[in-house]
Structures are given as structure tokens and as C-alpha cells.
């Protein structure tokens, strides 16, 4: 299990995913399907997630109503900011979909 910060249009998203990178053809149709095509993301160290999130994150982690490949940890981009620092984040990915 990874997980990411997504900034899209839409906003900010922490995500969980089973895929091993940004870049799999599988993950990256799935946010397509979701309307996102366009984003700037960062890897969050996932015990730094499990470790912020609590038992929020084990919820989530279990949840059966949503797909191993992508699940929506958090979507309110202000408690996002509060809980983690850019430095503690991996570098920015850019990723641009046609």
C-alpha cells in the first residue's frame, strides 16, 4: 500500500493506492475515470499517514466498499496542510493526461 497527496483542480486528496507508482497505467485510468487528468502529487511516507490518521486510516484501509487501487483517505485540503509538512514529503510528480 502507497500513499499520495494529489493537488488537482479540485483540490487536495490524500489517496491510497496498492499500486507501486504514479506513473501505472491502471492507477492513472482509474483517476482519469474520477475526472483527474491533471495533477502535482507527492508520496507520503505511509506509517507517516497511518501515524497522522489513527484509526481513521484503519478504516479506511478496510474499508470493503472501496477498491484496493484507490481509496480517498482524505479529501479536506485545510486538515491536509495542518497535518503534514512539504518536508516531509517525497518530490513532487507531475503528471499531465491527454
Not at 483517476?31 to 484503519?58: E, N, T
Not at 518536508?87 to 491527454?98: F, K, M
Request: glycine residues 8%.
Amino acid at each position: 500500500m502507497r500513499s499520495f497527496l494529489l493537488l488537482t483542480a479540485g483540490g487536495p486528496l490524500l489517496v491510497l493506492t496498492s499500486h507501486e507508482t504514479l506513473r501505472d497505467p491502471k492507477f492513472l485510468s482509474r483517476l482519469k475515470a474520477k475526472g483527474i487528468g491533471k495533477f502535482v502529487a507527492f508520496d507520503v511516507p505511509l506509517d507517516l499517514a497511518k501515524a497522522r490518521y489513527g484509526g481513521h486510516f484503519h478504516a479506511v484501509e478496510s474499508d470493503l466498499h472501496e477498491t484496493d487501487d484507490l481509496r480517498i483517505l482524505d479529501f479536506n485540503g485545510q486538515r491536509i496542510y495542518q497535518l503534514f509538512r512539504f518536508d516531509e514529503l517525497g518530490a513532487a510528480i507531475l503528471q499531465e493526461q491527454a
